[in-house]
């Protein structure tokens, strides 16, 4: 990451939480590589397949980004390339809160 990416600023970013978070990309990578699309494409896919009511929300920060992510076969893939990443990516084995403490602290619904 560059020294302005926001994420630097995030807690699953820094200190141990960022050697860790990132070695879970590595099966997604590999499962990706494997079926010739990119992570991002078998991330798309994987949302999609959840079911006819799940719409997979794409977020690119250019028309190039988007249409590596919305491009390739990645809604052709078989519930094998899912189930290798699922099995790699389970939930809860990401470290590190989510955002910043202070800015958590504005999202509590239940604050008078």
Do not use: C, K
Not at 27 to 35: D, E, G, L, V
Not at 88 to 100: E, F, H, I, K
């Amino acid at each position: 990451m560059s020294p302005e990416d926001f994420r630097n600023a995030l807690p699953r970013f820094q200190g141990a939480d960022l050697p860790h978070n990132l070695t879970l990309v590595d099966a997604p990578r590999r499962t990706a590589t494997a079926y010739g699309v990119t992570v991002a494409q078998l991330a798309v896919a994987w949302v999609a397949a959840q079911g006819p009511d799940i719409v997979p929300l794409v977020g690119a920060r250019t028309r190039r980004r988007l249409a590596d992510v919305l491009g390739g076969t990645a809604g052709d893939l078989d519930p094998g390339a899912f189930a290798a990443a699922e099995q790699a990516v389970s939930l809860g084995a990401v470290a590190g809160d989510r955002s910043m403490a202070p800015l958590l602290a504005l999202l509590d619904s239940e604050r008078p």
